[in-house]
C-alpha cells in the first residue's frame, strides 16, 4: 500500500515568513499528489494537486507545491503567510499503485500557527 | 461545503447505544466516502461506495456498517458504540474521475461515554 509521511506534526511561524510543510511519499508506478487544508471547525478542502506534467503545482491562496521524485517529496509552501493561513495541512496519495483517486490515504496532518 | 450534508453535527452516546449518521450529495456524483479524524492520526477511511448499491471496506471497518441505497446518500452506522468510537467523521464525495479532489462535508463529531 502507499504512504504518505507529514514530517511536522505543528510548525510555528510569524506572519509574513515564509513556510514549508514537509511531505514525503511512497509509490512505486504513478503518482498523484495532493495537499488539503482544513480550517478550524471544517471539512478538508482541496489546496493543490500534481497529476502530471509541470512540477511546480500552484494552488489557491498563495500556495504551491514542487513535485520531487528522486527525493520522493511534495513539499507545500508560501512565501509570506497570514493569520489566515493558520490551519492543519494534510498530504494525501491514492492508496493504490494503478494512481487513480479511488481511496486516497492521508497523512497525519501539520499545524499551521501563524502568530502576529 | 456545498453539495454534501451531513447530520447530524454534534451527538453523545452511551456505551452500548445504535446510530446512524447521514450524508447526501446533489452533485450527482458516483464515489463517496466515510472518514474518521483522530488528534495525530490524520483521516482515515472506513468505508467508501463506488456507485449506487456497492460499498467496500477502507482502513478501519470494524464496528462500522454503512448503506449506498441510492446514488444521493450514504449512510453510516454504529451499531453498538463504544468510547474508542469518539471521533469527528466526515462524509466525502468524489469530483470528476481521477483528479483526487474530494469534497468533505463539515463533520460530525461523536462522543461515546
Known amino acids: 500500500a502507499q504512504s504518505v509521511t507529514q514530517l511536522d506534526s505543528q510548525v510555528p511561524v510569524f506572519e509574513e515568513a515564509p513556510v514549508e510543510l514537509r511531505c514525503n511519499y511512497s509509490s512505486s508506478v504513478s503518482v498523484y499528489l495532493f495537499w488539503y487544508v482544513q480550517y478550524p471547525n471544517q471539512g478538508l478542502q482541496l489546496l493543490l494537486k500534481y497529476l502530471s506534467g509541470s512540477t511546480l503545482v500552484k494552488g489557491i491562496n498563495g500556495f504551491e507545491a514542487e513535485f520531487n521524485k528522486s527525493q520522493t517529496s511534495f513539499h507545500l509552501r508560501k512565501p509570506s503567510v497570514h493569520i489566515s493561513d493558520t490551519a492543519e495541512y494534510f498530504c494525501?496519495?491514492?492508496?493504490?499503485?494503478?494512481?487513480?483517486?479511488?481511496?486516497?490515504?492521508f497523512g497525519k496532518g501539520t499545524k499551521l500557527t501563524v502568530n502576529p | 461545503n456545498a453539495g454534501v450534508t451531513q447530520t447530524p453535527k454534534f451527538q453523545v452516546l452511551k456505551t452500548g447505544q445504535s446510530m446512524t449518521l447521514q450524508c447526501a450529495q446533489d452533485m450527482n456524483h458516483n464515489s463517496m466516502y466515510w472518514y474518521r479524524q483522530d488528534p495525530g492520526m490524520g483521516l482515515r477511511l472506513i468505508y467508501y461506495s463506488a456507485s449506487e448499491g456497492t460499498t467496500d471496506k477502507g482502513e478501519v471497518p470494524n464496528g462500522y456498517n454503512v448503506s449506498r441505497l441510492n446514488k444521493r446518500e450514504f449512510s453510516l452506522r454504529l451499531e453498538s458504540a463504544a468510547p474508542s468510537q469518539t471521533s469527528v467523521y466526515f462524509c466525502a464525495l468524489l469530483g470528476a474521475e481521477n483528479t483526487g479532489e474530494l469534497f468533505f462535508g463539515e463533520g460530525s463529531r461523536l462522543t461515546v461515554l
Open positions: 494525501a496519495h491514492p492508496s493504490s499503485p494503478q494512481g487513480g483517486s479511488e481511496k486516497l490515504v
